[in-house]
Nanobody, 125 residues
Framework: QLAESGGGLVQAAGSLRLFCAVSGRAFNNYAMAWFRQGPGKERELVAAISRSGDFTEYGDFVKGRFTVSRNAAENTMHLQMYNLKPEDTGVYFC????????????????????WGQGTQVTVSS
């Protein structure tokens, strides 16, 4: 089970930190990612992270503003977001999939088996 938290309303140029708590699964066996879906838009990759946490990939729009990380001791994944823009508004989803190799990460939504319910991020101008 995946549970997101940390979303909310923030002004442009502000920051938010999203959390994804993982329960009921062997956290270290799963590659994970954040996706988002804006109003009237398709779901898109925000950030993907390997099992080990050493390999990551970000959506092109991130441009150094976000950082994904994971904490094995707490079974959590985080997304630190800085310099938020109104176009970052949307529902942010946590996703996970079993990964055989510790360095693999996956950048498409169809690669992921498990999803959270999402947390709303709204950035006002």
């Amino acid at each position: 089970q995946l549970a997101e938290s940390g979303g909310g309303l923030v002004q442009a140029a502000g920051s938010l930190r999203l959390f994804c708590a993982v329960s009921g699964r062997a956290f270290n066996n799963y590659a994970m990612a954040w996706f988002r879906q804006g109003p009237g838009k398709e779901r898109e990759l925000v950030a993907a992270i390997s099992r080990s946490g050493d390999f990551t990939e970000y959506g092109d729009f991130v441009k150094g503003r976000f950082t994904v990380s994971r904490n094995a001791a707490e079974n959590t994944m985080h997304l630190q977001m800085y310099n938020l823009k109104p176009e970052d508004t949307g529902v942010y989803f946590c996703a996970a999939r079993f990964s055989r190799h510790s360095h693999d990460y996956y950048n498409t939504a169809t690669s992921y088996e498990f999803w959270g319910q999402g947390t709303q991020v709204t950035v006002s101008s």
